[in-house]
């Protein structure tokens, strides 16, 4: 097949960045390929032609998604009648499992082979949605080494790929290039903030993620702050943190950081690749965070806690104590403290089980085997 029509599903920021790289990816192999999907602006620019607005689909939370229900509930009509009156040769959703798992079963009662990249993380909670990938999913490719036997025991098709941020790395910015290139000052600690990619996560984290700041800026009155904007957030949100400096991304905090003060998500995996300490604070909707704890089944919320299987990185959830999270990210800035060196070290074990770059070409050649009938 040399021009194959491949559906691919994105519905978040991280999403949008891997689902970018693997569009590249799936060109090389198939350079007059039709990608088209729900994809973000880098999804866009890789080729992948979007069905809707990106910013409709970035959700947050149990109850932000039912105050979203009548646009999903379209989307999905859109998206089945496509399916239905031209289907695509292949299916890929990408994360985002609360429409993705809907899309894969309406895919696969299709016939149309489906190839799940980064699967929801159902040995975490809700458990029983394993069965949906088990029955529908042709393939799993999952970037955690512990989820392929996890899911393999209960009869996913699952293969570990790496994690694709590990090819990110030869982009990453010397560390004293970037701190040069913010304009911030070498001898002095940063602390970088990163409340999150979506406007939802910036309007509930920012306000308490300043306050931590200044509290430890108090107590450690030479530090410098620097928040990471996200390109998806208008730059109303961060009116508040005016007295600090707004970089564009999260990428170019982790290079300037000496620490962090993140929400739970992709950018603990980040931070624990470039060996950054961090604390993780998250907070969401108090009925999201209700339901959430009557299904999670693990104990830490943190993906770096979750690898480590311990709690390498201090996590607050829900209740933010201002001078407890300060507490906690003081010795993370200071370069010769025993607390910052131990979780580097942590850091740099998990960093080892993660795998090898190349996980976007082997997605790509999973779906070659795909499009080739081969299951």
């Known amino acids: 097949m040399s021009k194959p029509r491949i559906f691919l599903s994105a519905g978040e920021t ?36 979007p069905l809707v607005k990106f910013e409709r689909l970035v959700v947050m939370g149990i109850v932000e998604v039912f105050s979203r229900l009548p646009f999903f509930l379209s989307l999905r009509r859109r998206v089945r009648r496509l399916l239905a009156e031209s289907p695509p040769d292949l299916v890929i959703p990408i994360d985002y499992p609360g429409f993705n798992l809907w899309l894969t079963q309406e895919a696969h009662g299709r016939g ?22 088990a029955e529908n999913a042709d393939r799993v490719a999952v970037v955690f080494p512990q989820e392929e036997p996890y899911l393999q025991e209960s009869g996913v098709n699952a293969v570990f790929v790496g994690h694709p941020l590990l090819d990110r790395r030869p982009t990453w910015e010397n560390r004293r290039e970037a701190i040069s290139r913010v304009g911030a000052d070498p001898e002095r600690p940063i602390l970088g903030l990163l409340p999150g990619s979506r406007p939802q996560e910036v309007r509930r984290l920012l306000r308490p993620f300043l306050d931590i700041a200044r509290a430890v800026a108090r107590r450690r009155p030479d530090v410098q702050v620097i928040v990471s ?27 300037v950081a000496t620490a962090v003060l993140t929400k739970s998500g992709t950018t603990t995996v980040e931070a624990a690749l470039r060996a950054t300490p961090l604390v993780i604070a998250h907070r969401v909707h108090p009925l999201s965070y209700m339901i959430a704890r009557r299904l999670v089944r693990i104990d830490h919320v943190g993906m770096v806690n979750i690898l480590a299987g311990e709690r390498v990185a201090p996590e607050f959830i829900q209740d933010l104590p201002v001078e407890e999270i300060a507490s906690a990210l003081i010795p993370l800035l200071d370069e010769a403290s025993e607390e910052r060196e131990a979780m580097v070290a942590s850091l740099l074990r998990i960093r080892e089980r993660l795998g090898d770059p190349g996980a976007p070409q082997r997605v790509a050649r999973l779906a070659r085997e795909l499009l080739n009938g081969q299951t």
């Open 14 to 49: 991280s999403g949008d960045l891997h689902g970018a790289a693997l569009a590249e990816a799936l060109r090389s192999l198939y350079p007059d390929s039709e990608l088209l999907g729900l994809a973000g602006p880098r999804m866009a620019k890789a080729g992948v032609q």
């Open 112 to 133: 149309i082979p489906i190839l799940y990249y980064i699967a929801p993380q159902v040995w975490a909670w809700r458990p029983r949605r394993v069965h949906i990938l």
């Open 229 to 255: 904007g996200a390109p998806e957030v208008p730059r109303r949100l961060y009116s508040e943190a005016s007295e600090f400096q707004l970089v564009e991304d999260s990428g170019s905090v982790l290079s």
